[in-house]
């Protein structure tokens, strides 16, 4: 199982931080193929229900980005016997990091893409205005 | 149990659990019995870390997840 917080900014090559099949969390690149290279550490911490990714300065997210949670899990063999999946995978909307952090206020008509493999940036050319 | 996807002050959306076969998404939504309970992710919060700089991810699902670190140390995978 991997849960991993994609972050896109306006333009250019998308970065993650992940917490791994191990249990480890790592930075990396984020490709569109939902294939994640790292580049460094992180922390990430479970407890129950409720997972806290970190996302470190260093990535350097600012209020344009914007952030998705995607959770997956997968097997060397299918799940059931009557359907043919070897993993499941899920995700919030993608939204505009200034909308969650608070520091830029959301529209009637600001976007929000719903799919996990939406990578589409040109659903974002109307990222939220600054508050 | 399918996934709805919440996003904190946003609007409740989501295409729920999809099935992956050999990597790649199916376009098929997972069955209610079929998908894997640590599918249900129900609320997510991003929220700037005041003290160290960066953000915090907050994933809140609707039953407790499997963690793979015992003390700190990997202890699966």
């Known amino acids: ?131 | 149990m399918l996934a709805g996807s919440l996003v904190l002050g946003g609007t409740v959306v989501g295409d729920g659990s999809l099935e992956v076969v050999d990597g790649a998404i199916t376009r098929e939504t997972a069955r209610f019995d079929d998908a894997p309970s640590e599918l249900s992710l129900r609320m997510f919060t991003f929220v700037p870390d005041r003290d160290g700089g960066g953000y915090s991810a907050v994933l809140r699902y609707r039953v407790p997840i499997v963690s793979c670190t015992s003390g700190g140390v990997p202890s699966c995978g």
């Open chain 1, 1 to 131: 199982m991997t849960q991993t917080v994609v972050l896109r900014p306006p333009s250019g090559q998308a970065q993650a931080v992940q917490i791994q099949a191990d249990g480890t969390t790592a930075v990396g690149t984020y490709s569109d193929n939902r294939a994640f290279a790292r580049t460094g550490d992180s922390e990430g911490r479970i407890v129950g229900n409720v997972a806290v990714i970190h996302v470190p300065a260093s990535v350097g997210v600012t209020s344009d980005w914007t952030v998705q949670a995607i959770v997956e899990v997968t097997a060397d063999a299918p799940f059931h016997r009557n359907r043919p999946a070897t993993g499941y995978v899920a995700g919030t909307s993608i939204a505009s990091v200034g909308w969650l952090a608070g520091d830029a206020q959301a529209t009637s008509d600001t976007p929000i893409a719903d799919r996990v493999d939406d990578t589409r940036t040109d659903r974002w050319s109307g990222t939220a205005a600054a508050a």
